[in-house]
């Protein structure tokens, strides 16, 4: 992507984003004109959920500090790069699996990890692999059974270097594929 590309991209996003506040700030002025009260307890209810969300901005946060002090471009190359060979799709499956917490929380990490040269393939097969849950397991085979648990898990691991596979063809390089069938990039 180029620069230019960078700033067209960064202006829509900054008028959508003044369109949502804009619409959002018509909403509680309407809602206090005809129930003050209502529109009141919206933004008491809205600042409560604002107070919830933080520490998840806070991880996020030091997640993307640590990945820009940790991840050079060098490392995620060597490791993640499109010529990373089954090393590179060890970590992905690897790491897909061990790696705990919200997803959400992962993607600012992956996005900078995908800017310094992770390939489209292991971004995949890390994604899918969070399928599998080392915690939840023995509450899978305690419901379903041991033989269940144990083949789901390794079709999971198998259609995850699939699903990466395909990916790297329909996604190339930067480029993300929109839902009108336009590409970005």
């Not at 790696?99 to 993607?107: D, I, K, Q, R």
């Not at 509450?139 to 379903?144: D, K, L, N, V, W």
């Not at 079709?155 to 329909?170: P, R």
């Amino acid at each position: 992507m180029t620069k230019n590309n960078n700033i067209k991209t960064t202006t829509k996003r900054g008028k959508g984003l003044y369109i949502f506040w804009s619409i959002v700030l018509a909403i509680y002025v309407v809602a206090f004109l005809f129930d003050n009260s209502l529109a009141i307890k919206s933004l008491q209810e809205t600042g409560l959920t604002l107070l919830k969300i933080l520490p998840i901005f806070v991880l996020i946060f030091v997640i993307m500090v640590l990945s820009n002090l940790f991840l050079t471009p060098e490392l995620v190359k060597k490791h993640f790069g499109k010529e990373a060979g089954l090393k590179g799709w060890f970590y992905a499956l690897l790491f897909g699996i061990l790696v705990a917490g919200p997803p959400y929380a992962l993607y600012p990490m992956l996005r900078n990890m995908k800017e310094h040269g992770l390939a489209t393939k292991y971004l995949a097969a890390f994604l899918y692999n969070r399928n599998v849950k080392i915690p939840l397991l023995p509450a899978m085979i305690y419901y379903f059974g041991w033989w269940y648990t144990i083949i789901m898990t390794i079709l999971v691991i198998i259609f995850s270097v699939f699903d990466g596979l395909i990916l790297e063809v329909l996604v190339k390089d930067n480029n993300v594929v929109k839902s009108s069938g336009e590409q970005n990039g």
